[in-house]
């Protein structure tokens, strides 16, 4: 176990510190179940990789965040963190990570100035690296002349910022090497399917606590997030609708059983609508007009504006019926918004269970590792993260699982590399 020390000076903005010893627990029962991170920890630890490098971490402030940043702290890593959503943060385990030395600048409902001005403090602590979640820490950075001289490489955990930094990359503005993490098929195959799969419906659960057997749950987007939310909504016995903009997405919904169609005709049916797409204005008002009295909205992809809450917010106040959930009047009949539009899985519930998180943050750890010891070699670019290591984050998986695979023969290699 780590241990803890005294730091009441220590830099930084949290909610309390009280609640240090309620984190402490959460964080002991997720390290647990994250032997992976535990595994590549005490493999490293005797070398301290990242002794004395500044690492800027901006990642939805979890139990399983903490399991990650308390392991590259251990690597020798000093540690300035802040939430990537500002209503996601676990007030005790930011008062844990506190405890234990990080400088960190979080809190449950922050505004959308200071949750701008948190990432501003993690910049100003001047890291090496940076680890982002949805792009928003990136992108401050290259607005930074100081940061930029400083920052020597990143990382990157979700698809929408993945593709707000192959952006950069594209307009020629990409100041420093990135990992995505985000691709490593032992993380979108695993965190965005099975994680947000289960994630998303414990936030509806805990918001509405509502029965889904037998309600119509439309699911907009069947990318990775939209597969496992579907496939999980059907298996509490929901009719699950899917309604896409790629063709190709769309007849893959189709033929794993779902039905398939616009929003704008799925809209009267529906009694739940999770959009999962990283896109704008997903669901409009056009479609809330449409909607039934009682349907339930809930995102599960990227920022607040999946479900346009503008439009929302903008035809009357809301009344707060339960924590999480938001009514409003729309041509009379009620809607009801879960978690202000945001994230429903991290607002609303716990985020994804340790399980799934460690396989992510196996991915994360290894690539900070990747970049801390080689980023005077690596491009400017949007880096895939290294096969080896991908490989290596199952195989550690599956040990921990007690998981036992076999082998290609010789003669199996030899008939797979040979063209007859
Ligand atoms: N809540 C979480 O914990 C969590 C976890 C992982 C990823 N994410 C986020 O979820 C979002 C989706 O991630 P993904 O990995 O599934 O991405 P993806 O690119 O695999 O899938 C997105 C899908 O949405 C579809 N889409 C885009 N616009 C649409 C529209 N207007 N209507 C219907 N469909 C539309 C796309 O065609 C695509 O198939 C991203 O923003 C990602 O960052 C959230
Ligand atoms: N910053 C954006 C991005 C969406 S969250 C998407 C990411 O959250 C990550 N995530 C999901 N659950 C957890 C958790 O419990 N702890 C830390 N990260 C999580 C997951 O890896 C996924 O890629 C926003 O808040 O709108």
Wanted: charged residues 25%.
């Amino acid at each position: 176990m780590y241990r803890s020390k005294h730091c009441e000076s220590m830099p930084g903005k949290i909610a309390d510190t009280k609640l240090a010893a309620k984190g402490r627990l959460s964080h002991e029962w997720a390290l647990r179940r994250m032997g992976i991170i535990e595994k590549i920890r005490s493999k490293n630890e005797r070398e301290q990789p990242l002794a004395g490098l500044r690492l800027g971490i901006c990642l939805h402030i979890t139990k399983e965040t903490s399991v990650l940043a308390m392991a590259a702290k251990s690597l020798g890593a000093e540690i300035a963190i802040c939430s990537a959503n500002p209503l996601s943060a676990q007030d005790d385990i930011a008062a844990f990570l506190y405890e234990q030395g990080m400088h960190v600048y979080a809190w449950r409902g922050e505004t959308k100035a200071q949750y701008q001005q948190c990432i501003q403090s993690v910049l100003a602590f001047k890291p090496a690296i940076v680890t982002d979640d949805g792009g928003d820490l990136h992108a401050a950075a290259h607005c930074q002349q100081k940061a930029r001289n400083i920052i020597v490489g990143g990382t990157e955990e979700t698809t929408s910022g993945v593709k707000r930094l192959a952006a950069l990359q594209a307009a020629g503005k990409l100041l420093y090497p990135v990992i995505a993490v985000n691709n490593a098929r032992t993380k979108y195959l695993f965190d965005n399917r099975h994680g947000t799969g289960q994630s998303t419906l414990d936030g509806i659960l805990r918001a509405t606590d509502m029965l889904l057997a037998g309600k119509n749950v439309v699911v907009c987007g069947y990318g990775w997030v939209g597969k496992g939310v579907a496939s999980r909504a059907r298996g509490m016995g929901a009719t699950v609708t899917v309604t896409e903009v790629d063709p190709v997405r769309a007849i893959e919904a189709k033929m794993d059983g779902f039905a398939v169609s616009r929003l704008s005709d799925a809209a009267p049916a529906g009694d739940v609508f999770i959009t999962c797409t990283g896109q704008t204005g997903v669901i409009r008002k056009e479609h809330f007009l449409k909607m039934k009295d009682g349907a339930v909205l809930a995102n599960a992809g990227h920022f607040d504006v999946e479900i346009d809450t503008g439009a929302l917010y903008a035809t009357a106040r809301p009344t707060q019926v339960r924590p999480n959930v938001e009514r409003f009047i729309v041509n009379g009949k009620r809607l009801f918004l879960l978690s202000k539009g945001r994230v429903v899985n991290l607002v609303a519930a716990e985020g994804h269970p340790p399980e799934v998180m460690a396989l992510s943050f196996a991915n994360q750890l290894l690539s900070i590792l990747h970049v801390a010891k080689n980023h005077d070699k690596m491009e400017r670019k949007v880096h895939s993260v290294p096969e080896k290591i991908d490989e290596q984050v199952a195989r550690y998986a599956l040990g921990a699982m007690g998981i036992k695979i076999d082998e290609m023969t010789k003669e199996q290699r030899h008939y797979q590399a040979s063209s007859s």
